[in-house]
């Protein structure tokens, strides 16, 4: 794949074709940055510069590759390839992008933790967990609350209970506590069974 990328920066390169070279290099960087080739096409693609103005910077955002696009903007910056307020809207957009890829990578994890009924449990790798970082990044209620009810399929149920640490982000697309506290409990209740069946199974062996 890697080759074929490289082959296609040039090719693009040549006929000037900036938006697929530029497309292309970043995405070839996507795939291995340690690539000898790529610092003999930057320094190619640096020498077109005025030509191109923000088009590789654009290029590295839509790789998903933020700390590339970050650091093009600040070598634009000191070399005064841009006006400040552009280079003021493509640090807005690099900052809005990765925001976006954040929360919906979180979303994604506590969509998939949701399927695998790890709601609390456990505490750094649970539906919650995940949930609330997703809602401290900034994302409604409105967008959390479909992600429950699109995995679960059902309401939750309306009572109240004793809370549990990190009920917030449950509570908040519509999880009474009684819901979040009851797999707690449950969790609780099983093993408190196990070990009661081992300290049981050792008394007999005395």
């Keep these: 794949m890697a080759e074929i990328l490289i082959a296609r920066v040039q090719s693009a390169l040549d006929e000037r074709k900036f938006d697929v070279a530029l497309q292309s290099l970043e995405t070839a960087r996507s795939i291995d940055a340690n690539d000898r080739r790529l610092s003999a096409l930057d320094d190619r693609i640096a020498s077109l510069r005025a030509e191109l103005g923000p088009a590789q910077i654009n290029a590295a955002l839509n790789a998903q590759n933020f700390d590339r696009a970050s650091q093009l903007i600040e070598d634009a910056a000191r070399a005064k390839a ?8 493509l640090r ?20 998939t ?5 790890k709601l609390v449990e456990p505490r750094g790798d649970s539906a919650a967990f995940y949930l609330e970082q997703a809602k401290q990044a900034g994302e409604p209620p409105a967008t959390l609350q479909p992600l429950y009810r699109n995995s679960s399929g059902k309401s939750p149920p309306p009572c109240v209970a004793p ?7 449950m509570r908040s697309i519509g999880w009474r506590n009684c819901a979040i506290w009851g797999a707690g409990h449950r969790h609780r209740r099983t093993a408190e069974r ?6 049981r199974a050792r008394a007999r062996q005395t």
């Design 82 to 89: 841009l006006p400040p307020a552009k280079l003021a809207q």
């Design 113 to 117: 933790r949701l399927q695998q009924d």
């Design 92 to 111: 807005d957009d690099v900052r809005k992008r990765r925001d976006e890829f954040d929360s919906a990578r979180l979303l994604k994890l506590a969509e």
């Design 163 to 169: 809370s549990m640490p990190s009920t917030s982000a």
């Design 194 to 199: 196990s070990d009661g069946g081992a300290r």
